[in-house]
């Protein structure tokens, strides 16, 4: 079973700081994704990763995927309060894919 | 493109009885998810159907837990009897191959 770890676990920023949150795993992935989850919702679609090295960019968001394919970055410049909600990352193998726990990302006003 | 749609929304139990939760997925969708996610975790997979046949059902506890996919389309998950270990959002997604998964917006199940 792969095991996808996110760090930091909560983030509590003032509006306009840069962030970068993380996300780790021992495995090897075909893809990537990261998702964005706002309370009483299911998670969102941000952006999917398949190329080891790609980076890709989605307005203030930056997305990096390891070179390896194990790991995954995403950095928000400028955050904005609308950023807030749970940042999933979920790795894919074999058309099996597993999430990690998530980081909580709050920007204050 | 309507998204997925499950219901209902909101369920409350008690601990032994039964519930069941619908998904109805995106057209054309052939894998359908249904996950588990637990307040402060991630979603867990429970289920993986491709049309109407299970892919993956390794972490589904069998012994309470049973979903099917009739006709490829919409499908069920059923709890019985439930624990209060339970409570959680039960959340469908659908997708097609390298378009990452669209999710509904759950079912927040309370055991009490």
């Known amino acids: 079973t792969q095991l996808l770890e996110q760090s930091p676990q909560f983030l509590s920023i003032q509006e306009g700081e840069n962030l970068t949150v993380y996300c780790n795993s021992s495995s090897v992935f075909s893809s990537l994704q990261w998702y964005r989850q706002e309370p009483g919702e299911g998670p969102v679609l941000l952006v999917t990763v398949v190329t080891g090295g790609e980076v890709k960019k989605l307005k203030r968001l930056t997305f990096q995927f390891g070179d390896a394919r194990k790991d995954s970055s995403l950095h928000i410049t400028a955050a904005q309060p609308g950023d807030t909600g749970l940042y999933l990352c979920?790795?894919?193998?074999?058309?099996?894919?597993?999430f990690g726990a998530g980081t909580r990302l709050t920007v204050k006003p | 493109e309507a998204g997925v749609a499950q219901s209902p929304r909101y369920k409350i139990i008690e601990k032994r009885q039964s519930v069941a939760f619908w998904c109805n997925p995106i057209s054309g969708h052939a894998t359908l998810y249904w996950y588990q996610q637990i307040l402060g975790q991630g979603p867990k997979l429970l289920i993986q159907f491709q049309n109407n046949g299970v892919v993956d059902d390794s972490q589904l506890p069998k012994d309470r837990f049973s979903a099917e996919r009739l006709k490829g389309v919409d499908s069920t998950l059923k709890i019985q009897p439930a624990k209060l270990e339970d409570s959680a959002v039960y959340l469908c997604?659908?997708?097609?191959?390298?378009?990452?998964?669209?999710f509904g917006s759950g079912t927040r199940l309370t055991v009490v």
């Open positions: 979920a790795g894919e193998d074999n058309n099996d894919m597993r």
């Open positions: 997604a659908s997708s097609q191959r390298n378009y990452g998964y669209t």
